[in-house]
């Protein structure tokens, strides 16, 4: 650093704001505790499967009883699940606001480790610890930034210094003695019996393991004096600057010991393990990183060319003791250690993400590069930011959410740890576009695709082409990786991605698929003629009502395997799954509800106070007989209990739609396919695959078993499902009128990729469409198309031609067209939006939110939602006379509301999507003032999940906006108003919640509970003791206390670093200072 400012920088704050300390408290100690009733202290253990029960006696007992007149007139209803939680747009925080979050989650505790970890090393530095004080007593801050070598002495220091406590490295320790413990009791039932024998093979060995041979064992390491004992041989970071080095991992070393400090006195012995097992891991990556940079065929790592480390941390938190084959082959496969593209297609749950994860750590820990993670649904991101925080803080290594509105743009950049950005495919393609943009596309060293088919998906599969194709245009160092269960075309996706192919049909258990047909099943069998072999007839006592209300047979299906068994019945509509749980659970014998009775009961006590007291009428219903129904019509908070009770066997049958079987990891005994058909349309054989390949728990069963319903005049159909090959998946640039086409090529010119049309078409070459382009569009060449789109583009005001640098003509977007690439508005709305943003300025009401939540209501839901006339106009009268302006503004006319709830058919005069978009407006505005979902539903009459999916997406749209206003001068005044809202829309939850539900997983319901509990910051989250959470809050296992704390632990190391980075940027001394 330059000496200019070595010794004195005064870093003023723009504000600090001041919060109460409780007292003299620890933020190791929550503020409060809760007192809890014993019958809230989940006992570990009481998750477990009885297996003295038989299935037979249950069957046995099972007696017929008649069905209530209430279910005999309900009808099924036709309702597709519409409602992804997919993303699509983007957020950023800005640096103050940045620092006022880390200033906030750190002001409560200047007696806080963090605190006390730098006023230790100002100590050591001999002369700031007045200048600490300070810190701590005024808003006004002044920091001596020692001599860079102190740090290095003080961490060695402290690390020493026996007679202290020392929170680095034993609470590690403790937390893996836990973890052994009471694992077995947390993890889903499929990892149970599994680790259950690994726990024996474990003691059993431990006597061996503590010789001499065993590196782990304090004993037989000794640690050089000057190592860094962290766990950081210099060797492994020698491309660094090292004073900043030193000075930079002093504070990254205090912050993980912080971090990774519990509220337990620790003892130097174990503490002294930890350091010669991170001596070990520093080691053992150094060797890997030397195997990967020789590319040799051979893999000399210890574990796959990672650290031993990693395979301890697998076993610990997944229970996964030893690789499937299948994984071995492909973790070796010489294309992979080449870093070529890689396409591996097996079955459904063969075990393809711990692959895909293995080489995520490859590339973080052993080539120093950045990842990328893409996952299909913001839920499946989240739990992936949680399932890995644990990795990313033993390993050193930062977990960057992308998802939802969370996500900056570009990443931090971050000189001494690398990043895993685990992104959907909205936030993975806004990600790319932004590191183009910035020039850093090559720090990210692999990209991993999860459910690669997905390319085949809509406008969805559209992004992620676009994505792949950027990332394979623009970084030739890049490695891509993508995995899928249903793959046929993938020749194709070979070509596309120039990637290799590894393919197996492995999977851990065996499936056996049936079709049921009148009384009888049949196995599936392609080599029989007919392709179904009689296997049996079904057996079951009916009533003559009971036949008429299942003629299906759904009961005797699912009472062959349940309750000891799980059971998964998908149904076509969410309204069928609804009515099938509610028909069973009429039929079932009341000895079904003394099974798992009371965490049942627990159950329906949590489900209500997720739900602020309101619970929904079926699931009251069908829960105390184990049964549920899942679909998107349930809140998120609804929807993890349930999978959660599933896992855990306390629910034995889930009634659901087709969107359980993408990427939810839920499996089953038995799955029931309940009809065909989702919704009216017949099942395609990837959806079918997907269903069926649920079948079968790894480690429980030894085979899982499909049966697929079908009446004779589908018998035909059901053979060509059972037996043709997998659909192909195909480009979707041109899907939706062009749209994929069109906003990739507006993008190109925005990033600067290609400028001219004939270099656009060179880029349009390389994509999935122009491999399949004889298929997909045989009479339009890919050049017409390209021209097609440019002349839209240049109609649309989106980009121009202008003079280049040698005079010839080269493509420019024009603002509104960077604006809209930027916000990623769709094509067909940019110009809306801009006219409606640009009438709001006219007369921008800001008495109330109204005017500001209708801007950002998006346009996309309109089709999702058709307004109840009668609702609309209550609404609208209990409106204030300015927000009623606001209606006249925007093109709704109360007259017309009115007529239309009285049932007048009007045909001219009104722009139905304002006023359609108005009513969802409505919604939004009840939800932020009401924060209650329920209640919100059932005003407008609307399903909570719908409720709550709109409140998602408005706030995705709301950072859109933000992004699109940013570009336009004319609107700056927007910016400010949007960032707000987008925070309001993004939690709608009272503001102290807020911090709580950063942190990756944690709902609404779960926020409330460690609130009420004590744990009111980020800080409280990330230092409380794991044991403790289990103890004091209702239901929580010990699994998920791990993973809530060390998600914690992660978001404050992230939220920290990237301050700290923020700081080193601004003292760089500027090379280009003129002198
Ligand atoms: N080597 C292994 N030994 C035991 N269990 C394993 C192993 N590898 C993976 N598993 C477990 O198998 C289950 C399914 O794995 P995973 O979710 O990776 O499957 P998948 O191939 O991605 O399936 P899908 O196509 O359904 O997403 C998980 O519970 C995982 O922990
Ligand atoms: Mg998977």
Redesign the pocket.
């Known amino acids: 650093m330059n000496s200019k400012f070595e010794n004195e920088l005064r870093v003023k704050r723009v504000s600090v704001r001041k919060r109460s300390r409780d007292g003299k408290s620890s933020c190791l100690t929550p503020v409060k505790k809760k007192t809890c009733s014993p019958r809230h202290i989940r006992e570990a253990g009481t998750y477990k499967i009885q297996l003295h029960h038989q299935d037979i006696e249950w069957r046995e007992k099972n007696e017929t009883t008649e069905l209530a007149p209430d279910m005999q007139d309900k009808e099924c209803h036709s309702d597709d699940d519409l409602f992804g939680d997919y993303d699509s747009l983007a957020n950023e925080s800005s640096f103050l606001a940045k620092l006022d979050d880390v200033e906030h989650n750190f002001a409560p505790a200047c007696s806080s480790p963090y605190l006390e970890t730098v006023k230790h090393r100002y100590a050591n530095n001999g002369k700031a610890v007045a200048e600490v004080r300070n810190l701590e007593a005024h808003s006004d801050v002044k920091v001596k930034f020692p001599a860079t070598e102190d740090f290095t002495v003080l961490k060695t220091v402290n690390c020493r210094d026996d007679t202290k406590p020392c929170h680095v490295g034993n609470t590690d320790s403790i937390l893996i003695s836990d973890l052994m413990d009471d694992f077995f009791d947390d993890l889903?039932s499929?990892?149970r019996i599994?680790q259950q024998e690994n726990e024996t093979v474990t003691k059993q060995t431990s006597s061996e393991q503590s010789g001499p041979l065993n590196p782990f064992r304090g004993e037989t390491f000794s640690v050089k004096e000057d190592e860094d004992l962290t766990g950081h041989s210099l060797n492994s970071v020698t491309h660094l600057a090292e004073p900043a080095l030193n000075r930079r991992r002093s504070l990254k070393d205090h912050l993980k010991s912080t971090m990774t400090g519990n509220a337990r006195a620790q003892s130097p012995q174990v503490f002294r393990a930890k350091q010669q097992k991170d001596a070990v891991v520093t080691k053992e990556i150094n060797l890997a990183v030397k195997t990967v940079e020789s590319t040799s065929d051979v893999d000399l790592g210890p574990f796959f060319g990672l650290p031993s480390k990693v395979k301890e941390l697998i076993q610990k938190h997944?229970?996964?003791?030893?690789?499937?084959e299948w994984?071995r082959t492909c973790l070796t496969l010489e294309s992979v250690q080449q870093r070529k593209n890689l396409i591996y297609s097996?079955?459904?749950?063969?075990?393809?993400?711990?692959?895909?994860e293995m080489l995520i750590l490859r590339e973080l820990l052993c080539r120093k590069k950045d990842a990328l993670f893409i996952l299909p649904y913001v839920a499946i991101v989240q739990e992936k930011v949680r399932g890995l925080a644990s990795f990313g803080l033993e390993l050193d290594f930062i977990i960057e959410e992308y998802a939802g509105s969370k996500g900056k743009y570009p990443p931090i950049k971050r000189r001494l740890k690398n990043s895993l950005f685990i992104a959907t495919i909205e936030k993975g393609h806004s990600l790319v576009n932004s590191l183009i943009e910035a020039n850093r596309l090559e720090s990210v060293g692999l990209i991993v695709v999860?459910?690669l088919h997905m390319l085949g998906e809509g406008s969805r599969g559209a992004i992620l082409e676009i994505t792949l194709a950027k990332v394979l245009f623009v970084s030739k160092t890049t490695q891509i990786i993508g995995?899928?269960?249903?793959l046929n075309n993938v020749g194709d996706l070979q070509k596309f991605l120039k990637a290799e192919n590894y393919s197996s049909d492995f999977r851990?258990v065996q499936l056996k698929e049936y079709v049921k047909l009148s009384d009888c099943i049949y196995e599936v069998d392609c080599k029989e003629e007919d392709c179904f072999k009689f296997s049996r007839p079904l057996s079951f006592k009916y009533s003559s009502n009971m036949k008429k209300m299942d003629p299906d047979h759904l009961i005797a299906l699912v009472t062959e395997v349940i309750p000891m068994h799980s059971c998964l019945m998908f149904c076509p509509t969410k309204k069928n799954c609804e009515n099938v749980a509610g028909m069973i659970c009429k039929y079932l014998n009341k000895c079904f509800i003394q099974h798992r009775e009371k965490e049942k009961t627990d159950l329906l006590d949590e489900i209500r106070s997720a739900g602020n007291g309101s619970i929904c009428s079926v699931l009251k219903r069908t829960i105390p007989f184990g049964i549920a129904y899942h679909h998107s019509g349930l809140t998120n908070d609804e929807r993890k209990l349930i999978e959660e009770a599933y896992s855990a066997g306390v629910l034995c049958l889930l009634t659901c739609t087709s969107t359980l079987?993408a990427?939810v990891?839920l499996?089953a005994r038995r799955v029931i396919l309940r009809s065909p058909y989702v919704a009216t349309e017949f099942l395609k054989r990837n959806q079918y695959k997907?269903m069926v390949?649920?079948a079968g728990r790894?480690?429980i069963d030894t085979s899982g078993e499909s049966i697929l319903i079908i009446q004779e005049k589908d018998k035909l159909l059901a053979k060509a499902l059972v037996s043709k090959p997998l659909e192909n998946c195909y480009s979707n640039l041109i899907h939706d009128n062009r749209k994929g086409l069109q906003s990739l090529i507006l993008s190109l010119i925005g990033l600067n990729i290609s400028r001219t049309p004939a270099g656009i078409h060179e880029f349009l070459s390389c994509t999935l469409f122009s491999v399949q382009q004889e298929h997909l569009s045989s009479e339009k060449s890919l050049w017409d198309l390209t021209m097609e789109a440019v002349s839209f583009l240049t109609e649309k005001g989106l980009i121009m031609s202008t003079a280049g640098s040698h005079g010839d003509a080269v493509l420019e977007v024009t603002k509104l067209g960077r604006a809209t690439y930027k916000g990623s508005i769709d094509l067909p709305y940019c110009d809306v939006l801009y006219s409606d943003l640009k009438r709001g300025l006219e007369g921008l009401v800001l008495d109330s939110i109204l005017h500001l939540v209708y801007l950002v209501t998006p346009y996309d839901m309109v089709a999702h939602c058709k307004p109840d006339w009668m609702i609309y106009f209550r609404q609208f009268t209990q409106l204030t006379a300015v927000e009623q302006n606001i209606a006249s503004m925007v093109g709704v006319p109360e007259s017309y509301i009115a007529k239309k709830a009285s049932g007048q058919s009007l045909k001219k005069g009104v722009d139905s999507l304002a006023v359609n978009r108005f009513y969802l407006s409505f919604v939004l505005l009840a939800l932020l003032k009401e924060t209650n979902v329920w209640v919100v539903a059932d005003k407008f009459n609307l399903a909570r999940g719908f409720v709550q999916s709109l409140l998602a997406s408005s706030s995705a749209f709301c950072s859109c906006v933000v992004h699109f206003t940013e570009e336009l001068e004319e609107f700056w005044a927007y910016r400010a108003l949007f960032i707000e809202l987008t925070k309001r829309l993004t939690y709608c939850v009272k503001a102290e919640l807020i911090p709580l539900m950063e942190v990756a997983g944690i709902l609404e319901a779960r926020a409330k509970q460690l609130y009420v509990a004590g744990y009111k910051t980020l800080a409280h989250l990330a230092n409380a003791d794991p044991n403790l959470l289990t103890k004091t809050i209702q239901n929580m296992s010990k699994r998920q206390a791990n993973q809530i704390v060390a998600s914690a632990k992660m978001l404050l190391t992230e939220k920290a670093e990237a301050l700290q980075e923020e700081v080193d940027e601004l003292l760089t001394f500027p090379s280009d200072l003129p002198s």
């Open positions: 889903p499929s990892q599994l997944r229970g996964i003791k030893d690789l499937y994984q097996l079955p459904t749950s063969g075990g393809k993400t711990l692959v895909a999860d459910e995995m899928s269960a249903t851990p079987a990427g990891n499996p997907q390949g649920r790894a480690g």
